[in-house]
């Protein structure tokens, strides 16, 4: 038998081959427009943001957002419903795949989707002359950080809950938040000091810096080895916590 973890990777991308085509949109062509429509339509009326181009400052947030949403909608219903609807966790653990595989592999499918998508993504934005610096091609680096330290907490909380109507919580008060008050479209010093904070804590505003910081060629506000560091601990956090519930959801 190969790695129990890769079998549960190639488990995901065996469904998602059925399933691709509904996905394209959102993980390839929705950031494209993305782009389009605020980088080069917003961006004649915002004109320059820290002395670049508004298209140029804007790719890395949006490359990390989409990294960002991606890393929560893989962790997410798939996860919750093959516990309570496909129980396809507990066909796996009665096989030599253990509770740590199945959240190993599912990060690996999640790093995947995500790779796939900044890499389209990155050539998508060179060729509108968006990257400013050759330091870029350790965006995908990034994105792969940002999306484990956002899937393994959230794969965490998929396995502690019992219905999806808990993800609208998520989504409403986590996901679009972040998104919006990450640093994705202005400047998080634009904000009210006593808002800062919470972008601070956010996963999402240290994988845009860390995006911004390679594709312009400039310092990030924090050193990098800061910013790392909040994610390493995301990272490691939410994987404990998702190996726990994965193995408190199957005991029951």
């Known amino acids: ?8 990777l190639e488990r995901h991308l065996c469904l998602y081959r059925r399933l691709w085509r509904a996905s394209a949109f959102s993980s390839f062509v929705l950031p494209v427009l993305f782009l389009v429509s605020f980088g080069v339509g917003v961006g004649r ?6 002395g670049v181009g508004y298209l140029a400052w804007i790719v890395p947030g949006v490359l990390a957002s989409t990294a960002f949403q991606m890393a929560v909608g893989d962790s997410t219903y798939s996860v919750l419903g ?12 009665a096989t030599p795949v253990g509770v740590r595989d199945m959240v190993v592999g599912g990060l690996l499918y999640a790093l ?60 409403r008060f986590v996901m679009i938040p972040s998104a919006l008050f990450g640093g994705v479209f202005f400047p998080v010093d634009q904000l009210p000091q006593v808002v800062r904070p919470l972008a601070y804590v956010s996963p999402l505003w240290h994988g845009v810096e860390l995006c911004r910081a390679a594709t312009l060629g400039v310092a990030p ?27 408190r959801r199957l005991r029951d």
Do not use: N, Q
Not at 82 to 93: E, S, T
Not at 114 to 119: P, Q, R, T
Not at 222 to 246: D, I, N
């Open 45 to 50: 009326y915002v004109g320059e943001v820290g």
């Open 112 to 171: 995947l989707r995500v790779e796939s998508a900044v890499v389209v993504f990155l050539v998508v934005a060179g060729v509108f002359g968006a990257l400013r610096s050759p330091w870029a091609v350790v965006t995908p680096v990034v994105a792969a950080l940002l999306a484990v330290a956002v899937a393994a907490p959230v794969m965490g909380f998929s396995a502690s809950i019992d219905h999806d109507s808990y993800f609208a919580l998520l989504f």
């Open 82 to 93: 093959d516990f309570k609807w496909v129980r396809g966790f507990h066909a796996m653990r």
């Open 221 to 247: 506000p924090w050193p990098v080895w800061a910013h790392a560091g909040v994610l390493l601990v995301f990272a490691g956090a939410g994987g404990v916590w998702a190996v726990s519930a994965f193995g």
């Open 1 to 8: 038998m190969v790695s129990p973890a890769v079998a549960v």
